[in-house]
Each structure stands twice: as structure tokens, then as C-alpha cells.
């Protein structure tokens, strides 16, 4: 055990100096908190991979506040990139391209790609600026667990374990950034989020979204693993125009279980009163407003665990636009998916 230093959002100066000496530092962004060192310091990098317990083949995403630094890291950056780096940076998009030299391997895990993003957050760009180095980071989460929408949660899963948390209250988004390989003659999506693939084709023309199976060569590595996973069961009920007969229909089917978690989107109009009051089964509506979805999805996930429901049965919305990636989020945490 190591004492963490918790930060206020006017302590950014620490935060910096903690960086440059090849500390590991919580930060927010606008997306979810990363887990942030110098991404040039292969030392500070492995310490990410330690506190986080996250399998050293799963490379990181750099963080960037200028264009400069951009072309320091990437070999060659394609024009379709600098187009989508004018429209949508700062913001919620990773872009991978072919990594320069000075990009440590344990960074990359062994690729010859790494990950880019400028996020729109105030004490993140402050912190890269100040720091004056790249910021390697993944989300702030112990490896497996849902990622951090708050402080809370990175001080539940890494205090002790890192040098500082910044403490900036609730993300903006909720979910992660939009991964795109631009690598490839037509880039693709290898995971979605709320920047979508009609977005990035209009700026520019073609571009894929990555379905297949991450079998034994993932495209992206993290795909491959269990994700966002709260500890009760998650039952994944899909967006049709029966999804609440389904949901009532395992409501009844799993009545023995201690207490049970649903988060829908529709009106469930449940008949369930008596075992409201027992406390064993509460409905909370989020409505179709995805935005509100994305913002609360984890941070409910994690709220379940603390008051031991060993159930949740949520309701996926319509798989179009951003709901493609609350769907991905959603399929990763369910043990089972009921169409
Ligand atoms: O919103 C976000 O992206 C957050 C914030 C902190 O920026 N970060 C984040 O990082 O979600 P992480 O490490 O939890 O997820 C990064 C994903 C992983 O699935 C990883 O495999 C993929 O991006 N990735 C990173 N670099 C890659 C590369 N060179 N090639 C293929 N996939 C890569
Ligand atoms: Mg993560």
C-alpha cells in the first residue's frame, strides 16, 4: 500500500510534476477517468499495468493536447486522420496510426500501431500541457471491473495502488471513445462509441464497423476480454417491439433470485408492488434519451454490486447511432442475451 494523494481540480501543478518524475496520476476526461504516466517513461508505463492488473498485451491509448505532439509519436499521419483530428478532436475519438520509435513497446504491446486522442477536458489538456509530455492511459479501473464515471469509483478500485486521483465529480459521457484503425485503406471501427460511423463518413467517405469475432489475433486486444463486468448476472434483453413482455417474462422466471436490479427504457408498468416494499426488485426507468443512458449505464453497474443485487435484467436500446455502442457495452457485461 502506497497513500494516495487526493487532489482538488485547482492541484493540477502537482499532478504535473507527479508525471514528469514517472508517477501514475487519476485524471477525469470527458469520456471516463484514465489512469495516466508518461508515455514516453517505460517504467511509469508498466506501473499502470500493475496497479490496474491489466494483461500486458493490451496496449494504451495516448493522450495529447497539441497537433505537435501528434507528429511526434506517429510516423506518418494519413490525411483522412487530420481530417477527422479538425472535426472531432478534442474529443471522444482514438485514432490508431504507425507508431514512431520513441513510443515505448509497452505501450503499444508489441504493435507497430499506437492509439491518439486529444480529449475535450479542461484538466486533462491542463495536465498534459503542463506535464509537457504525452499521457498514456487507460480507463481507471481495476482490469474486468466497469469503467469510472466518477472518483469514487477510482479510489474504490485503485487507492493504495497509484500516486493521485484528481477529484472532478461525474464525467460528461460516460462511455469510452470511439477506436478507429486508420491504419487501413478504409479505416475501421474496432469499438463504438458516441462519435458513430455515419459521423466519421461524412467527414471522410468510406469507413467499416467491426463485427466480427476477436478470435486469436484480435484486431483490438481489450475486445477480447471480459469488460464492464459488475458482479451480479446481467440479463441483456435486445430492443424489439416485445421487449417488455421478455423482460417481464424472466422477471417471473428468475423470482427466486434475493433482489433483482431492472433498468429499462420503457414504461414497465410493473405489477410488482408487494416486492418493491420487500426491497426485492426495483425498476429504475432511464428513458429512450440515450445520452442519459451512456452517462449512468456504469456508474449503476457499480451501485448494483454495492447493494448486492444478483440480478440485472437491463433493456437494450434500438441498434442505430449511439446505441450501437451502449448495445457493445451492454453485450460485454451480459452473461446472457435474450432477443
Ligand atoms: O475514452 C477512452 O478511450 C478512455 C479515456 C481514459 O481516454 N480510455 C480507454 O482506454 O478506454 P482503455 O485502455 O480502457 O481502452 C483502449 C482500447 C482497448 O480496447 C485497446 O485494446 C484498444 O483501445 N487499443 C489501444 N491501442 C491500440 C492499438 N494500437 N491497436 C489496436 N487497439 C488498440
Ligand atoms: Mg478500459
Known amino acids: 500500500m502506497k497513500e494516495t494523494l487526493l487532489l482538488k481540480p485547482n492541484e493540477i501543478e502537482k499532478a504535473a510534476e507527479i ?3 514517472g508517477g501514475v ?3 477525469p476526461t470527458e469520456t471516463v477517468y484514465g489512469l495516466g504516466a508518461d508515455a514516453l517513461n517505460d517504467n511509469a508505463i508498466k506501473k499502470i499495468f500493475r496497479a490496474k492488473n491489466r494483461p500486458i498485451d493490451n496496449p494504451l491509448i495516448v493522450h495529447i493536447c497539441s497537433i505537435e505532439q501528434l507528429d511526434s509519436l506517429v510516423e506518418k499521419v494519413p490525411e483522412k486522420a487530420i481530417k477527422l483530428a479538425e472535426k472531432f478532436w478534442p474529443g471522444p475519438l482514438t485514432m490508431i496510426m504507425k507508431k514512431k520509435q520513441v513510443v515505448p513497446n509497452s505501450v503499444s504491446a508489441g504493435f507497430d500501431s499506437v492509439g491518439i486522442r486529444m480529449p475535450k477536458n479542461k484538466i486533462a489538456l491542463d495536465l498534459i500541457k503542463l506535464s509537457g ?3 498514456a492511459a487507460p480507463s481507471a479501473n481495476l482490469s474486468g471491473k466497469p469503467s469510472p464515471t466518477h472518483h469514487s469509483h477510482v479510489i474504490e478500485d485503485l487507492n493504495g495502488k497509484i500516486d493521485a486521483i484528481i477529484l472532478a465529480g461525474y464525467v460528461k459521457i460516460g462511455i469510452e471513445s470511439t477506436v478507429i484503425d486508420m491504419t487501413k ?4 471501427i ?3 462509441g458516441v462519435i458513430t460511423l455515419r459521423m466519421i463518413q461524412n467527414q471522410i467517405g468510406k469507413a467499416e464497423l467491426f463485427n466480427g469475432e476477436f478470435s486469436s489475433k484480435p484486431a483490438s486486444p481489450g475486445m477480447k476480454y471480459k469488460h464492464y463486468s459488475p458482479n451480479a448476472k446481467v440479463i441483456l434483453v435486445k430492443y424489439s417491439k416485445n421487449q417488455n413482455e421478455r423482460t417481464k417474462e424472466l422477471i417471473e422466471l428468475y423470482k427466486d433470485k434475493n433482489r433483482i436490479l431492472i433498468l429499462s427504457i420503457r414504461d414497465l408498468d410493473l405489477n410488482y408492488k ?6 426485492k426488485i426495483k425498476n429504475i426507468n432511464l428513458g429512450k434519451n440515450l445520452l442519459n443512458m451512456t452517462n449512468k449505464i456504469f456508474s449503476l453497474f457499480r451501485e448494483a454490486d454495492k447493494e448486492n443485487y444478483d440480478l440485472i435484467i437491463v ?3 434500438k441498434e442505430i447511432g449511439k446505441g450501437i455502442a ?3 457495452r451492454l453485450e460485454k457485461a451480459a452473461t446472457e442475451i435474450v432477443k
Not at 485503406?185 to 475501421?188: G, H, R
Request: overall charge positive; glycine content about 4%.
Open 19 to 21: 508525471i514528469k518524475s
Open 25 to 27: 496520476v487519476a485524471f
Open 133 to 135: 509530455k504525452p499521457i
Open 185 to 188: 485503406e478504409v479505416p475501421i
Open 190 to 192: 474496432l469499438r463504438p
Open 274 to 279: 408487494d416486492k418493491e416494499k420487500n426491497n
Open 315 to 317: 433493456q437494450g436500446p
Open 326 to 328: 451502449l448495445n457493445n
